[in-house]
Every structure is written in C-alpha cells, then in structure tokens.
C-alpha cells in the first residue's frame, strides 16, 4: 500500500461547502442543491483535518457548482487561507457575453483551473453543448494561457469533445470521471470504446475518481482489469486519482484506500503518476504556493 511517504499524495478532484450560509450564500446552478452537500457537506478545516487523517498532501478545490453555481468565492477563500495545501478549479459559463472577464477576475483571485459543467449533475441542462461555437472563443483563450479545463460529461457528450480536442489542440483538457463509461460487459470493454478512441487526443488526461473505482467493480469488470486497460491506452502519466470527497460517500481516508487498493497490480511508477505525478504536471501552483 502507498504512502505519502513515498511521494506526496494529491487528490484532484474534492469540494468544499460553507458553513457560513450569509458570507458565502447558496446559488446552485438550475436552482437545485444537490442532496450530498446538504447530506455530508465538508468546509475548509473539515477538508484539512480530512487531508490529515488520510495522509493526502494537498487537494484540487474544484467548485460545488451544484451548491454556488458560478460563484467561486469560498475556493477562493479558501486557497487564498491555505496555499500549500490547496489549488482551486472554478466554474465560469462559457456562453456568457462576459466569459473571458469571467475567466480573468477568477484567475487573478488566485485560482488555478476551470470547469465546464455540461452532464452528470442535479440539474444537468441536456439541451447545453459542450461545441457550441458561442464558447469558442474561450476556449482559444484557455488554450493560449495553458490554463487547465476540466469536462464533466457523459459517453453521449464524447464526439463534442472529440471535436473540440481536435479543434483546440493545445488546450490542456481533463475529463471528470472517464466520463462514466459502462464497464459490466467487461475486457475489451467494448461499451466504452468511445473513450479509448480518445487516446489519440494527446492534449487530454483523465480524472480516476471514486466512481471509476466503484463502477469497475461490477459486472464481468474487475478494478485490476479497468486500470490495466486504461494506463495501456493512455498511459498513467494522464491519469489522476481524485476522491470526489465528499459527494462520494465515505471518509476521504476509505476513498483513498480504495483507490489504491484496486491500483495495486499496476507498477509504483505508475501509481506514482496517478496518485501524485500528473496532478503536479497539470497544476504546477501545487508545487509552490500559487
């Protein structure tokens, strides 16, 4: 089992809620709050004491949309408080008018990465296109300031993306979740070939989250199997391990275990990129204080 001793263990992907509902008001995008941060929210110390306990040495903040919508106010708090322990991704509506003032005020705050939120959420909007030509000019401008995007999407929303790698080749893209990709059937995993196509996109990385632990579990799919395929086809250095702490259930130290349970078959060198390596390379601010 891994330790962070062995190098410094980043989780990329977690999120904070505010207990101070008057500093940092509620707003959740399409107007519904999602049921886990009303459940088991988690505020900053909460985060940090988390952090302590499971030995994960710094975390990627990314925004609660589902809880502020595109108000990023408490990562920012946030980081600005901590900046050795944390980064923050913020959320920004790619189709406003204002986009790349957006953009720009939240990256002057001190935040690091951004977020584009199109399915898998409380009130996903099915009727949003990742492609819509109206976000292009945002994207050309992530693209030209390295600036890290990460993509929460579905197997539907896969060809969009598709497109818009191919488009913004230089974009530095991370996709939440492997996008949930069926997995029962199992290897070769022919359910999921829309996202081993994307191998060929060089410029995207892949999110190892709590869910693609869980969900390669089931089914004719076995965790050594998935994590095999996918360092395979992509390679670990682009893939992350993030906790989805805590929208997952469970305490930050069992979600870490888990990850690192079903990546045991894999090399230290690869679980070294996952469990850290990548993290730092797609995020230098984690390397010194931003």
Not at 72 to 84: K, R, T
Not at 98 to 110: C, Q
Not at 179 to 206: C, I, S, T, V, W
Not at 220 to 245: E, Y
Request: glycine residues 6%; proline residues 5%; aromatic residues 8%.
């Amino acid at each position: 089992m891994l330790n962070s001793t062995s190098f410094p263990i980043v989780d990329i992907h977690n999120h904070i809620i505010a207990d101070d509902a008057a500093r940092f008001p509620l707003a959740p995008m399409g107007g519904k709050q999602s049921d886990w941060s009303k459940e088991r929210p988690v505020n900053t110390q909460g985060m940090l004491d988390a952090m302590r306990d499971a030995g994960v040495a710094k975390s990627v903040l990314v925004q609660a949309s589902t809880c502020y919508g595109h108000d990023n106010s408490y990562v920012v708090d946030a980081v600005q408080a901590h900046p050795q322990q944390f980064v923050g991704v913020y959320s920004v509506d790619l189709l406003a008018d204002n986009a790349l003032e957006r953009i720009r005020h939240w990256r002057d705050a001190g935040l690091s990465g951004l977020r584009v939120f199109i399915a898998g959420h409380t009130a996903a909007d099915h009727s949003v296109r990742l492609d819509d030509p109206r976000a292009f000019a945002a994207w050309a401008y992530i693209s030209e300031q390295r600036i890290p995007i990460c993509v929460q999407i579905r197997a539907d929303g896969l060809p969009q993306l598709a497109g818009l790698l191919t488009r913004f080749p230089e974009a530095i893209v991370l996709l939440d979740h492997f996008a949930r990709p069926l997995l029962e059937d199992g290897p070769p995993y022919a359910q999921a070939q829309a996202l081993f196509a994307l191998a060929r996109h060089k410029n995207l990385h892949f999110k190892f989250t709590t869910h693609n632990v869980r969900e390669s579990a089931q089914g004719l799919a076995t965790q050594a199997s998935f994590c095999r395929a996918v360092v395979d086809c992509f390679g670990a250095h682009r893939i992350a391990w993030g906790s989805n702490f805590p929208a997952s259930k469970g305490s930050l130290k069992q979600l870490l275990q888990e990850a690192q349970e079903a990546t045991q078959s894999l090399t230290a060198d690869d679980q070294a990129w996952i469990f850290s390596r990548t993290a730092h390379a797609l995020y230098p601010s984690l390397v010194t204080p931003a």
